[in-house]
């Protein structure tokens, strides 16, 4: 039981149906959706569609979505990748013609097919109960009336306020700044596009005036875009990936997202006794920061569009997982992944849904870096995510940029099983650090029986390249420590990542948890 003297949060706790989410307003109309008769499915992509008013650094309508569900009265978890494709025009040759090495964030380049609303129309199709006109419905208000901003918002809004350009400074700043907290923003555009889709489906947005502004907007920017890649735009059911850990399994969505990269974490953390190890302690910290570099250079090596990846099972192999916890010095930080591991290598919002037949959705929806391209259609409004900047320029690598191809993703929604059945949705924002966020909040659950608010609220650190970043909530004695190890410690300006999950308790109870580091809550009824 936490400390009822200190700030924190209880977990919510409910019967009927709940949804955990990084906006309140976002939360509560995922609840009233379910309240109304709707399915998690129907109540996730209503609450997600908010969002992107909400959030918009975060999310929007011009970026991708990836899903984990359980449909009620099943056991069974499926999986959905609405993530886009490169046009038919691009080509990795174009791009080192120009003298480039790497995909650049901030144009067209980057910019690969919005697909997250031809997964929503599918799965509403597919799996919900309401129909898009319904579900869509508390997004169109909001886009038109406004929401205010919140404060967490506003504080990344400001920090990304320079990605904007062009059109997408008028309608994303106010008098050319970054709204305040408690600032309304509207998006009367977004509102239009919205309307659209409920009336016409997918078509609404793949086909006609929209399609042609944002295939223009970014054609007058250089884009390869045309009207028939957008009208191609599809998702598609795939199957989960999964691994077990303290007899449970952490199911993840399959490639191009990184889902199998927390798998292969939780693996390499499995050749340790963590349970035995303070959990914001030095050699936790350590240990997880080591084997997170690891984990993270065989993604960088091998994790692809599904089409292209031939290694997931030297990814998910336990032998990988020893050969990798084996090059980790317990008393020393390794200067570079990739060289120590070269010899074993040879061969962000996210919501979830759970409703009172028990069908539970694992939803997460991003347009990548904040305010993704920073490029809005010039009619619209509609913000393009910049997912391209995912591949690879190496020749031969796996994750090559190509026409038709969908480039690796960080965004990966996760779901916890007991004996087959699941138990948890959850997922952990924040870009580069979501296996990380996956394995440490598990360990969290897992190893030292917290439940899923104070694993969310405990103190995280992350190894980002040469770096491991630390949150304040480590003692000045741990960071010490870690750094005459000869980790490069940081302190970061935003905390690291974002988190959010609801248990589904054998006796009915549902309980929820809503990381503090967002503007969000976890609602039930």
Known sequence: MRDFHLPGRSPVLATNGMCATSHPLAAQVAVDVLKRGGNAMDAAIAGAVVLGICEPQMTGIGGDCFALFSPAGTDETLAFNASGVAPAGAAAGDLKARGLDKVPLNTPDAVTMPTAIAGFC????????????????????????????????????????????????DLYLMNGKAPVAGQVFRAPGQAEVLRRIAAQGRDGFYTGEVAEDMAESLAALGGTHTVEDFANTRGFQTDPISGDYKAHDLIEHPPNGQGASAILLLNILKQFDIASMDPFGVERTHIEAEATKLAYDTRNRFLADPDHMTKLDHFLSMDTAKALAGLIDPNRAMASATDISEAVHKDTIYITVVDKDRMSVSLIYSIFHSFGSGIASDKFGILFQNRGAGFSLQDGHPNLLAAGKRPMHTIIPGMLAKDGAPIMPFGVMGGQYQPNGHARLLSNILDYGMDPQTAIDAPRAFAEGDTLKIERGYSPEVVQKLSDMGHKIEVPETAIGGAQAIMMHENGVLEGGSDPRKDGCALGY
């Open 122 to 169: 599918e799965m509403s199709e597919r799996w919900g109960k309401l129909g898009l006109d319904a579900i869509l419905a508390p997004a169109i208000h909001y886009a038109e009336e406004g929401v205010p901003v919140a404060p967490r918002v506003a504080f990344d809004w400001a920090v990304a306020q320079d990605d904007l350009q062009g059109r997408a400074r």
